[in-house]
């Protein structure tokens, strides 16, 4: 049997997936989490096969949450599953150690089949999705532009975001002058809202 966690913040969903995936006769739903701290919680406590991962959660990302399971729970292999299909976010999730990105508009059959792939030790990726990030190329944005870009996504004033990432004002300018200028837009908020479609943030 493949041993399953599946993290999902909304609960019909998640007992929906978990009812569908363990009629399958070779998977096991072992655990369900709601939040990036209660599915690495259940990973460490059950040790499962394969995580199945969203990315939006209340508390963390799955990216996040799958770089974690990838040191502690090495042997765990990581599908994300996602209503996001940004290409972004595929390579983040990759970067991450993700072994699948699959987007949640597919059939319950396809998803039973990734499982058993990921876990097989082959890479599962949405083909749309994959051929979107080929065409969109890579993140343009450092580590700290990122994060700047974030903590502006708000409407944030300088003087808050200066505040929030102990850097002064006027690094904080240049940041946002470079985000603005490398997402081809006119104002943070602009840059910020580009950076999140294309899941850069």
């Known amino acids: 049997m493949i041993r399953l966690l599946l993290a999902e ?6 007992g929906a997936l978990a009812l569908l995936l363990n009629l399958e006769p070779d998977i096991e739903v072992v655990a369900q989490a709601g939040t990036a701290a209660e599915a690495m919680e259940a990973a460490r406590e059950v040790r499962p096969d394969v995580a199945l991962l969203d990315i ?7 990216l996040d949450t799958a770089a974690m399971l990838r040191e502690q729970v090495p042997d765990c292999r990581v599908l994300i599953l996602t209503t ?5 976010y595929l390579r983040q999730a990759m970067e991450a150690g993700a072994a699948g990105f699959l987007v949640k508009d597919g059939p319950v059959e396809q998803l039973a089949v990734a499982v058993r792939r990921v876990l097989a030790g082959h890479r599962v ?7 979107a990030a080929l065409a969109a190329g890579p993140n343009p944005l450092t580590c700290r532009e990122r994060h700047v870009l974030t903590a502006a996504a708000d409407g944030a004033t300088i003087a808050d975001i200066a505040a929030r990432l102990h850097l002064s004002e006027s690094t904080i300018r240049n940041y946002l002058s470079a985000a603005i200028g490398k997402t081809g837009t006119r104002n943070r908020i602009e840059a910020a809202l580009s950076a999140r479609a294309n899941g850069w943030i």
């Open 84 to 88: 996001f299909g940004r290409p972004g």
């Open 9 to 14: 913040d909304q609960g019909m969903m998640r």
């Open 125 to 131: 990726i949405d083909p749309a999705l994959a051929a």
């Open 56 to 62: 939006e959660m209340p508390d963390g990302s799955g």
